[in-house]
């Protein structure tokens, strides 16, 4: 089934600790995303790529990375988790970013709980 | 900074009647709106859009209305279902702009 894999699905983690969040799509699109979700807040863009090789800062890009090596894969890390990032991780693609129809597809979420 | 918002955070509609969702936009450049649908532990999912050259667009049992005048945005569904218990969430989209903006959601319960 076309779509958008995330992984882990739930992951409770040490503050300090390293973590990297895996996003794959299979609908050769080109845009990707990351966002957060928390209660009361909606969905807040942390990064995002255009296309393979090129990464943009979000609403609330401090403590994330990104990387876009290829056009299916655009992992999350956490250098060193922190309490507040403890939320809802979703990854989204769309077949071209900027103007125009923007429909995303989203993945069914990474929860990650840091202590 | 400009933000797109909801009128209600919980709406409870009976089962079989319509329900309409309401949204309030600030950006007037903005040019495009979306829809989305979130069931209980899934991600978001693409219901209706609606470009700001129209007023009206029409889906399956869904409808989306748009008032530029009053920047306001609303879904409609008609007959409403059990299935259509989630959390709905506009956004809009400004040209050149890769990043959507989203409202802070409407949770819709159905009462049997």
């Known amino acids: 089934i076309a779509g958008i894999t995330q992984a882990p699905t739930s992951q409770i983690l040490a503050a300090g600790r390293r973590m990297t969040l895996r996003c794959t799509q299979d609908?050769?699109?080109?845009?990707m995303y990351w966002y957060r979700q928390d209660l009361g807040l909606g969905l807040r863009l942390i990064h995002y790529?255009?296309?393979?090789?090129?990464?943009g800062k979000g609403e609330v890009p401090d403590g994330y990375s990104v990387s876009r090596a290829n056009t299916d894969d655009f992992p999350l890390t956490l250098a060193s988790a922190v309490p507040s990032q403890t939320s809802v991780y979703f990854c989204?693609?769309?077949?071209?970013?900027?103007?125009?129809?923007?429909?995303?597809?989203f993945g069914a979420g990474s929860r990650l709980t840091v202590l | 900074g400009e933000s797109v918002g909801l009128h209600l955070p919980t709406l409870s509609v009976q089962e079989g009647d319509n329900s309409i969702i309401n949204c309030a936009y600030s950006?007037?450049?903005?040019?495009?709106f979306i829809w989305y649908k979130q069931e209980s532990g899934k991600g978001p999912q693409f219901i209706i859009d609606?470009?700001?050259n129209m007023d009206k667009r029409q889906g399956q049992r869904v409808t989306v209305l748009l008032n530029k005048t009053v920047k306001h945005l609303s879904l409609q569904i008609a007959a409403t279902q059990p299935g259509d218990s989630a959390v709905y969430f506009c956004?809009?989209?400004?040209?050149?702009?890769?990043?959507?903006?989203w409202g802070a959601g409407t949770k819709l319960i159905i009462k049997p």
């Open positions: 989204a693609s769309s077949e071209s970013g900027g103007s125009g129809a923007n429909v995303l597809t």
């Open positions: 609606i470009r700001s």
């Open positions: 790529s255009n296309t393979a090789g090129t990464t």
């Open positions: 950006n007037s450049a903005s040019d495009y």
């Open positions: 956004a809009e989209n400004m040209d050149s702009n890769y990043q959507l903006i």
């Open positions: 609908m050769r699109h080109n845009a």
